[in-house]
């Protein structure tokens, strides 16, 4: 069979021609990247959505939406999406006083925008948008839920993870969730994944939420965000560790457990940000950290797993997994590989 990162129809057409299985979403289920259809999903999930409105193709239409909305909930922010950013992009975070004009409105988009003017607008007009309430609570998290859709039609955890956000970037992960809310995210992804699973869906899965209360002694509210059915974010790394540590899931306990015990890891995707990263051979870079003895010790299961060099020469960043069998010997390890980047200044 052929795996892709994503399926497009593209995708399929590619596998019928080469006449090999497609372990990957059906086209009856291409839809679920996207925003407005995920809405869909989660509401036949039985699960409530953050207030809003889904499949907006203009950005006339999602003014008018969006001041409509602004007049009917009592929130501060707003949001505009992209039906198929990831990772953070695509997204636009709007005030109530940006609704005054519609050139008020667009002023406000070209400054919360990372690409040309004209080319967001035609994203816009080619995959859509959905608009919806800025959810303003003093407690936020990110939380999100892993699924595997088999081809026999049986479904299965991997995990709960927390995602580490900078605004409203995806940045990396911590594994697992925390255990005051393991057990509500898991719950809800799996009501999420059926859907899915009814509606084509095959292969890896993966659910965001936003959990939220308004202070420490409330209940947590649960919203789903979006639907990621490809292989990027949270998954390469988690199905690291599992492969480095010979890991297997508890889905009772939520947790990953080896012959060492159990497993925890944090993954960033952009570690070190750091202009003197960028003149740091990646190999030489690789032997340095073996050298510091912070790369990954099988018979321990834990260290660091180094993904993603190739950015360093350009941007000065590195992707890496933080493997241990506590979060207090992964929260040291990340410590110490901070001190280890900041060391490397010294070689330049």
Known sequence: FVEFFQV????????????????????SALALNSK??????????????????????????????????SQRENAESYLLKLNRGGA???????????????????????????QDFAIFERACADQGTVVEVFVDDAIKISPSAQFEIFPDGSLRALATLDQILEGLDYVGVSFPAEEDYRGLVAEAG??????????GALGIIAVDFLLSKKNETAHWSLWPVEINARKGGTNHTYFWVKYLTGAIYNE??????????????????????????????????????RRAGLDFNHE???????????????FGTFGCTVIGRSREEVDQIWHNLEAFVDSLDSLN
Request: avoid cysteine; charged fraction near 30%; glycine fraction near 8%.
């Open 300 to 314: 321990k299961g834990s260290g660091v797993f180094v993904h993603m060099i190739s950015p360093m020469k350009h």
């Open 190 to 199: 799996r009501k999420i994944a059926e859907e899915a699973k009814r509606r």
């Open 252 to 289: 009772e306990r939520g947790i990953l457990e080896s012959k060492q015990g159990e497993v925890y890891y944090k993954a960033s995707e952009a570690f070190g940000r750091q202009d003197y990263l960028k003149r740091i051979e990646p190999a030489s870079f690789i032997e340095h950290i």
């Open 36 to 69: 407005s259809e995920a809405r869909d999903v989660f509401r036949k999930a039985g699960l409530e959505t953050i207030p809003g409105e889904s499949d907006i193709f203009s950005l006339e239409t999602a003014y008018d939406v969006l001041k409509e909305l």
């Open 88 to 114: 953070g992009h695509g997204i636009v975070k709007f005030s109530t006083r940006d609704f005054i004009s519609f050139e008020s409105f667009t002023d406000a988009l070209k400054k919360g925008i990372r």
């Open 8 to 27: 497009n129809a593209e995708e399929i057409k590619l596998a019928e021609l080469l006449q090999v299985p497609l372990y990957g979403l059906t086209p």
